[in-house]
Every structure is written in C-alpha cells, then in structure tokens.
C-alpha cells in the first residue's frame, strides 16, 4: 500500500489531513519493521497498527481514559492509585505486553512490582521493574498581595535546602487532587481561601513510575491559622511576588522538576507576567 493510501486511512480514522502523510511514511516504515522482525505479512502488521491508531483517536475524541488490564492473577492495588491515562497512537513504536507481575518489596510510601512483558519488536520477554507511588499534588498559591507563597525544607535524597511549591502525597480515599492540594496549603503553610482549580498534570518520571504529579492553582488566599505538620516536617513559608518568579527560574535557584513544571503551566497561561 503506498503511503498516501494510508493517509487517506488515517485521515479517516481521525488523523489531522495535514499530518496524516507523514504520519504514514512513518506507519509504513513500522508495519515493514514489523512484517521483517515477526514473520508477519506486511498488510497484516498494517492493519494491526493501524486499529492501534484507531482506538487510540477514539478514546481522546470521546475523552474516555482507559485504564491499562492487569496481567491475569495481578491484583489491582486499593490504596496507591497509579495512572489510567491511554498513551496517544503512535506509528512507530507499540505497547509492551505483560505476561507477569509480582510485588517484591513495600516501603510505606511506594511498592517495588517486577513485571516480565514481551517486547514488540523482538518477541523476547523482559523483567522491567516499576515503582507505585500515590498520586501526588503541587500547590502554586498566589495570595492577596500577589505573591506566590513558597516554601522552603530540607531535602533528604539531595541533602539539600530547597526554595519549592507547597504539596505532597494524596491521602487514602482522596480522588479530588484540588482539595488535597487545599488540604496541603493549609497544612503547609496555613494559607487559605480563595479560588482553585486544577492547572496542569505531568507523570513525574514514566520510565519507573506509575503515578501522577497534578498541579493545582490558588488565587487570593490568605494566611488564616498556624501550620500543621507532621513530625518529620520542618517547613518555612516565604512570599515571592509573581515577578521575580523567571529570574529564579534562569538563575538555577528553583531545583525542584515539578515545582518548574508548575510555574511553566502558570507562566503560559500568564502572559505578560503578572496582568
């Protein structure tokens, strides 16, 4: 099948006419490595990839997330959710099936799962290991003078003192990561009130992690009451005004990934800064 063929395929399976025939050269090149590596016939591979594609556009277009299936006598875990985002089609590479799964160590606040899967393009199974973490919540909270209310803690995988955004971990039984990013604040920094919303989410390192970092955003609140920490929490709060936020930035002075994925969700929908 020449690629503009599939162009047109893909063009009604849902793929954009302006990139469809690049996105078929791709295709085609893929379905050829596919066809070459497992002895299938190249039209075989096609189609194969090409349903891929289709239920991938599907489930964005109805904005259906599925969540991935467990390999058979894997047990779902209750109490660390982990990500049920569906990955966007791509041409050139396919999922990783899992024949097995096994826990091998908990630590409190993540588990350790082996997962043996089968590479797509070899046929040989692999064991992958995988680190289940809660979902957790980073707090960008502006205050009624306009400044961001920030933190500063120190850091024991770095050994290091770090300027950051308030959050942490999500509760037990909390499925809302607004008010867990509230619950947060206020725990944090006994800042309060105001409106929320979320503003972006990121999965925090998808090679070995399952979970996802959401970022939600506070305007006008206010310090209402004392901090809450827990034991091993020894947090200052500072307010920066929302200005001086990029030359942090540039400077290096922010080390924190998802306290910078923050402020990048924010600073895109803030143009100019501060208005």
Not at 132 to 158: K, P, Y
Not at 248 to 259: E, F, Y
């Amino acid at each position: 099948m020449t690629p503009e063929a599939i162009a047109s395929l893909l063009v009604q399976l849902g793929c954009p006419a302006d990139k469809s025939l690049e996105m078929a050269r791709q295709l085609d090149r893929r379905a050829r490595q596919l066809s070459e590596a497992k002895g299938r016939p190249y039209e075989e591979a096609l189609t194969h990839l090409l349903k891929l594609m289709a239920g991938g556009w599907a489930a964005q277009a109805s904005g259906i997330s599925l969540p991935p299936t467990p390999a058979a006598g894997v047990e779902a875990s209750t109490d660390l959710p982990v990500s049920s985002a569906t990955p966007a089609p791509s041409p050139l590479v396919e999922p990783w099936r899992t024949v097995s799964s096994r826990q091998i160590a908990d630590h409190r606040i993540f588990r350790i799962r082996s997962d043996r899967k089968v590479h797509p393009r070899t046929g040989a199974e692999h064991d992958l290991l995988a680190i289940e973490c809660v979902n957790w919540v980073v707090v960008l909270a502006i205050s009624t003078s306009g400044d961001v209310v920030m933190i500063h803690q120190f850091r024991h995988g770095t050994n290091t003192i770090e300027l950051e955004l308030p959050g942490g971990m999500m509760d037990p039984g909390e499925t809302d990561p607004v008010s867990a990013g509230l619950r947060e604040l206020r725990e944090e920094t006994g800042y309060s009130g105001g409106t929320a919303r979320l503003l972006g989410q990121v999965f925090p390192n998808p090679a070995i992690q399952t979970n996802i970092c959401y970022t939600v955003l506070v305007e006008g609140c206010e310090r209402v009451h004392e901090q809450e920490l827990d034991a091993v929490e020894d947090v200052a709060v500072e307010l920066i005004p929302v200005p001086e936020i990029p030359e942090l930035l540039a400077s290096g002075r922010l080390q924190h990934a998802l306290v910078i994925v923050a402020f990048a969700y924010f600073l895109n929908q803030r143009r100019p800064l501060g208005e």
